[in-house]
Protein backbone atom coordinates (compact mmCIF):
# COMPACT_ATOMS: atom_id res chain seq x y z
CA UNK A 1 0.00 0.00 0.00
CA UNK A 2 2.76 2.55 1.19
CA UNK A 3 4.12 1.43 -2.69
CA UNK A 4 1.31 2.73 -4.64
CA UNK A 5 0.79 6.27 -2.67
CA UNK A 6 4.69 6.58 -3.87
CA UNK A 7 4.29 5.50 -7.41
CA UNK A 8 1.00 8.28 -7.34
CA UNK A 9 3.06 10.85 -5.90
CA UNK A 10 5.41 10.21 -8.06
CA UNK A 11 3.76 10.58 -11.07
CA UNK A 12 1.80 13.29 -9.52
CA UNK A 13 5.21 15.22 -9.20
CA UNK A 14 6.06 14.42 -12.88
CA UNK A 15 2.66 15.58 -14.29
CA UNK A 16 3.32 19.04 -12.31
CA UNK A 17 6.77 19.32 -13.96
CA UNK A 18 5.50 18.43 -17.29
CA UNK A 19 2.56 20.93 -17.56
CA UNK A 20 4.68 23.58 -15.26
CA UNK A 21 7.58 23.32 -18.17
CA UNK A 22 4.93 23.13 -20.89
CA UNK A 23 3.08 26.18 -19.50
CA UNK A 24 5.97 28.37 -18.94
CA UNK A 25 9.22 26.82 -21.15
CA UNK A 26 12.46 25.87 -20.72
CA UNK A 27 13.42 29.63 -21.53
CA UNK A 28 11.31 31.69 -20.27
CA UNK A 29 13.75 34.49 -19.77
CA UNK A 30 12.67 38.09 -20.86
CA UNK A 31 14.64 38.69 -24.39
CA UNK A 32 18.55 39.85 -23.27
CA UNK A 33 20.94 42.57 -25.61
CA UNK A 34 22.88 39.30 -26.49
CA UNK A 35 19.37 38.55 -28.32
CA UNK A 36 20.87 41.80 -30.81
CA UNK A 37 22.36 41.50 -34.00
CA UNK A 38 25.70 43.10 -34.55
CA UNK A 39 26.31 44.30 -37.59
CA UNK A 40 29.58 46.05 -39.33
CA UNK A 41 29.78 49.87 -39.83
CA UNK A 42 31.96 52.22 -41.92
CA UNK A 43 31.21 55.82 -40.70
CA UNK A 44 32.56 58.15 -43.84
CA UNK A 45 34.21 60.62 -43.51
CA UNK A 46 36.83 58.79 -41.05
CA UNK A 47 38.09 62.01 -39.95
CA UNK A 48 35.56 64.50 -38.68
CA UNK A 49 37.30 67.86 -38.72
CA UNK A 50 35.07 70.49 -36.27
CA UNK A 51 36.18 73.20 -38.46
CA UNK A 52 34.37 72.61 -41.71
CA UNK A 53 30.76 74.30 -41.68
CA UNK A 54 28.96 71.72 -44.39
CA UNK A 55 28.83 68.34 -44.88
CA UNK A 56 27.25 65.28 -43.84
CA UNK A 57 28.33 62.04 -41.97
CA UNK A 58 27.67 58.68 -43.82
CA UNK A 59 27.60 55.10 -41.93
CA UNK A 60 27.60 52.53 -43.91
CA UNK A 61 25.94 49.05 -42.88
CA UNK A 62 26.20 45.30 -43.11
CA UNK A 63 22.64 45.15 -43.04
CA UNK A 64 20.26 44.89 -45.91
CA UNK A 65 18.21 47.72 -46.35
CA UNK A 66 15.00 46.06 -47.04
CA UNK A 67 15.41 44.14 -43.43
CA UNK A 68 15.48 47.42 -41.54
CA UNK A 69 13.06 49.49 -39.86
CA UNK A 70 14.42 52.94 -41.25
CA UNK A 71 12.33 55.05 -38.71
CA UNK A 72 14.38 53.30 -35.97
CA UNK A 73 17.64 54.46 -37.28
CA UNK A 74 19.69 56.23 -34.91
CA UNK A 75 23.45 57.02 -34.72
CA UNK A 76 24.19 57.86 -30.93
CA UNK A 77 20.55 59.16 -30.62
CA UNK A 78 21.04 61.24 -33.65
CA UNK A 79 17.86 60.98 -36.28
CA UNK A 80 19.25 59.99 -40.01
CA UNK A 81 18.15 62.94 -42.46
CA UNK A 82 18.38 60.01 -45.19
CA UNK A 83 18.31 56.34 -45.43
CA UNK A 84 19.02 54.49 -48.84
CA UNK A 85 20.69 51.04 -49.84
CA UNK A 86 23.87 50.93 -51.46
CA UNK A 87 24.69 49.34 -54.55
CA UNK A 88 24.42 46.07 -53.09
CA UNK A 89 21.47 46.78 -50.86
CA UNK A 90 22.59 47.22 -47.73
CA UNK A 91 21.46 50.43 -45.41
CA UNK A 92 23.03 53.73 -45.89
CA UNK A 93 22.07 56.37 -43.36
CA UNK A 94 23.56 60.11 -43.66
CA UNK A 95 23.31 62.34 -40.52
CA UNK A 96 24.14 66.54 -40.72
CA UNK A 97 27.70 67.26 -39.68
CA UNK A 98 26.88 69.76 -37.56
CA UNK A 99 24.73 67.46 -35.39
CA UNK A 100 27.86 64.57 -35.45
CA UNK A 101 30.32 67.24 -34.88
CA UNK A 102 27.99 68.20 -31.26
CA UNK A 103 28.72 64.60 -29.74
CA UNK A 104 32.20 64.08 -30.78
CA UNK A 105 35.60 65.05 -29.49
CA UNK A 106 39.34 65.25 -29.97
CA UNK A 107 41.68 63.03 -30.59
CA UNK A 108 39.04 60.08 -31.15
CA UNK A 109 35.24 59.39 -30.52
CA UNK A 110 33.27 55.80 -31.12
CA UNK A 111 30.01 56.02 -32.70
CA UNK A 112 27.44 53.92 -32.90
CA UNK A 113 24.41 53.42 -35.42
CA UNK A 114 21.51 51.58 -33.62
CA UNK A 115 17.88 50.03 -34.94
CA UNK A 116 15.70 47.56 -35.59
CA UNK A 117 14.73 44.97 -38.32
CA UNK A 118 11.28 44.95 -39.91
CA UNK A 119 10.64 41.89 -37.65
CA UNK A 120 12.08 43.93 -34.13
CA UNK A 121 15.26 42.58 -33.55
CA UNK A 122 17.87 45.08 -32.48
CA UNK A 123 20.78 45.79 -34.11
CA UNK A 124 23.75 48.06 -33.53
CA UNK A 125 27.63 48.23 -34.31
CA UNK A 126 30.03 50.86 -34.02
CA UNK A 127 33.25 52.46 -35.66
CA UNK A 128 36.11 54.91 -34.13
CA UNK A 129 36.00 58.42 -35.84
CA UNK A 130 39.20 60.66 -35.74
CA UNK A 131 38.43 63.81 -34.60
CA UNK A 132 41.01 67.29 -35.78
CA UNK A 133 39.77 70.38 -34.48
CA UNK A 134 41.95 72.54 -37.18
Known amino acids: MKRTIFSA ?7 AVFT ?4 F ?24 VMSNVDGSVTVHANIAYTAVATETVMLEGLTPY ?9 LVAKFRLDEVQAIVAPPSTKL ?6 T ?3 AFSGS ?3 NVRQL
Open 9 to 15: CGVCAFI
Open 82 to 90: NTRPDVEGK
Open 112 to 117: TLTGET
Open 127 to 129: DVV
Open 25 to 48: GLNAAPATAQDALTVKVQVSPHTI
Open 119 to 121: EGV
Open 20 to 23: ALAL
